[in-house]
């Protein structure tokens, strides 16, 4: 089954995973900047990440049949500082016109402190001023819960920000209900260790229908599975779900939120 | 599928994860002094206990249980501007 897989870091992995993804039937992907297990230095050091995603990253995937899109923002983790933040914010306009770009991306929290809820509310403020997509990171573990009502309370309080509009990444049990009555996209994420597994994906499906959901692997350079929606689609299966089912969610689901980006044009496989 | 579909895939996975918590348990028990966090043993009788309770939700539940608290306060207590914009 041909497949999106919504939020995977690539430039953490090899060349043999994008043809491993490619045999398994990933036609396309969505990129969004994050941190690299170290903070970075100055804004110039980003500068360089924003070419990686916009150019190489775009090209390595499409020798192996693969639309490759991206999000552009300084994360969670290094928004604790904030003068770097607002260098690294002032300069995502240079990239917002390249053809690969999808919106603003991953912002959230990480520690649900101040610092991050300023950059954050900065970050919204460059998606609202250009009518950008936003793609969401929640913290993870014992902060996921009020680290996901806190960015919810920021989204909603600007009505600029339409919730159609926004994609809420790493949802679980206990934050996809909110996220989807609020109008919002949520994203399952499959991780090996801290976050969900495609059987506790497939439950959620089973009680929140399609509507508005994804799945993704969130593949990076920690312990992660990049062929993890291949995970999902097998479980699903077994459970006995239509093929139309199964494909909402792993690729018209992406499909019809991404298409709402005005530089995104995917050409489907004929 | 049945129930009985379904505890049929799942028996042997149950069994084996109940086990490893046991085990886990067991190891925390005759391990050397100082003993283990007291409140994080707390945490962990409570999930189990959250387990047995005839009520649909254990996911959610036991998610929440190892959830810090949200306060809809939470922006005056930072001292962030929310809700100013649009
Ligand atoms: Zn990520």
Same mark, same amino acid.
């Given at each position: 089954?041909?497949?999106?897989?919504?939020?995977?870091?690539?430039?953490?992995?090899?060349?043999?995973?994008?043809?491993?993804?490619?045999?398994?039937?990933?036609?396309?992907?969505?990129?969004?900047?994050?941190?690299?297990?170290?903070?970075?230095?100055?804004?110039?050091?980003?500068?360089?990440?924003?070419?990686?995603?916009?150019?190489?990253?775009?090209?390595?995937?499409?020798?192996?049949?693969?639309?490759?899109?991206?999000?552009?923002?300084?994360?969670?983790?290094?928004?604790?500082?904030?003068?770097?933040?607002?260098?690294?914010?002032?300069?995502?306009?240079?990239?917002?016109? !390249?053809?690969? =770009?999808?919106?603003? /991306?991953?912002? %959230?929290?990480?520690?649900? @402190?101040?610092?991050?809820?300023?950059? &954050?509310?900065?970050?919204?403020?460059?998606?609202?001023?250009?009518?950008?997509?936003?793609?969401?990171?929640?913290?993870?573990?014992?902060?996921?819960?009020?680290?996901?009502?806190?960015?919810?309370?920021?989204?909603?309080?600007?009505?600029?920000?339409?919730?159609?509009?926004?994609?809420?990444?790493?949802?679980?049990?206990?934050?996809?209900?909110?996220?989807?009555?609020?109008?919002?996209?949520?994203?399952?994420?499959?991780?090996?260790?801290?976050?969900?597994?495609?059987?506790?994906?497939?439950?959620?499906?089973?009680?929140?229908?399609?509507? !508005?959901?994804? =799945?993704?692997?969130? /593949?990076?350079? %920690?312990?992660?599975?990049? @062929?993890?929606?291949?995970?999902?689609? &097998?479980?699903?299966?077994?459970?006995?779900?239509?093929?139309?089912?199964?494909?909402?969610?792993?690729?018209?689901?992406?499909?019809?939120?991404?298409?709402?980006?005005?530089?995104?044009?995917?050409?489907?496989?004929? | 599928?049945?129930?009985?579909?379904?505890?049929?895939?799942?028996?042997?996975?149950?069994?084996?994860?109940?086990?490893?918590?046991?085990?886990?348990?067991?190891?925390?028990?005759?391990?050397?002094?100082?003993?283990?966090?007291?409140?994080?043993?707390?945490?962990?009788?409570?999930?189990?206990?959250?387990?047995?309770?005839?009520?649909?939700?254990?996911?959610?539940?036991?998610?929440?249980?190892?959830?810090?608290?949200?306060?809809?306060?939470?922006?005056?207590?930072?001292?962030?501007?929310?809700?100013?914009?649009?």
């Amino acid at each position: 089954m041909d497949y999106f897989d919504p939020h995977i870091h690539m430039v953490s992995r090899t060349t043999d995973d994008y043809a491993t993804l490619a045999r398994m039937g990933c036609v396309g992907m969505s990129e969004p900047a994050f941190w690299a297990g170290f903070d970075r230095g100055s804004a110039e050091s980003f500068r360089d990440y924003f070419r990686q995603l916009t150019e190489f990253e775009r090209s390595r995937a499409a020798a192996y049949g693969i639309a490759h899109y991206t999000w552009l923002c300084i994360n969670a983790k290094e928004a604790e500082n904030v003068s770097l933040s607002r260098e690294v914010i002032a300069m995502i306009p240079e990239f917002l016109d !390249r053809p690969n =770009v999808l919106g603003i /991306g991953e912002i %959230g929290l990480n520690k649900n @402190t101040k610092n991050e809820s300023i950059v &954050f509310l900065e970050h919204l403020e460059l998606a609202a001023k250009f009518d950008e997509l936003i793609l969401i990171h929640t913290p993870h573990l014992h902060d996921k819960y009020p680290g996901t009502r806190m960015i919810l309370d920021m989204l909603q309080g600007d009505s600029r920000l339409q919730p159609q509009r926004v994609l809420v990444d790493h949802v679980e049990e206990h934050t996809i209900g909110e996220v989807l009555d609020r109008g919002f996209w949520a994203g399952m994420t499959l991780y090996p260790v801290s976050k969900c597994t495609p059987a506790r994906a497939a439950d959620m499906v089973e009680q929140f229908g399609t509507e !508005r959901l994804c =799945v993704n692997s969130a /593949g990076d350079w %920690g312990p992660s599975q990049p @062929t993890a929606v291949p995970n999902f689609i &097998f479980e699903m299966r077994r459970r006995g779900h239509s093929e139309a089912t199964i494909r909402r969610v792993v690729y018209d689901n992406p499909l019809a939120f991404f298409s709402q980006c005005r530089r995104f044009h995917f050409q489907p496989r004929a | 599928m049945s129930a009985q579909e379904v505890l049929d895939r799942e028996f042997l996975e149950i069994r084996a994860r109940i086990l490893k918590i046991a085990a886990s348990l067991d190891r925390i028990e005759r391990s050397d002094s100082p003993p283990a966090d007291p409140a994080r043993m707390a945490l962990i009788r409570e999930g189990l206990e959250l387990l047995l309770k005839d009520s649909p939700g254990r996911a959610k539940n036991v998610q929440l249980l190892f959830s810090l608290p949200y306060s809809p306060d939470w922006p005056a207590a930072l001292g962030v501007p929310v809700g100013k914009k649009g």
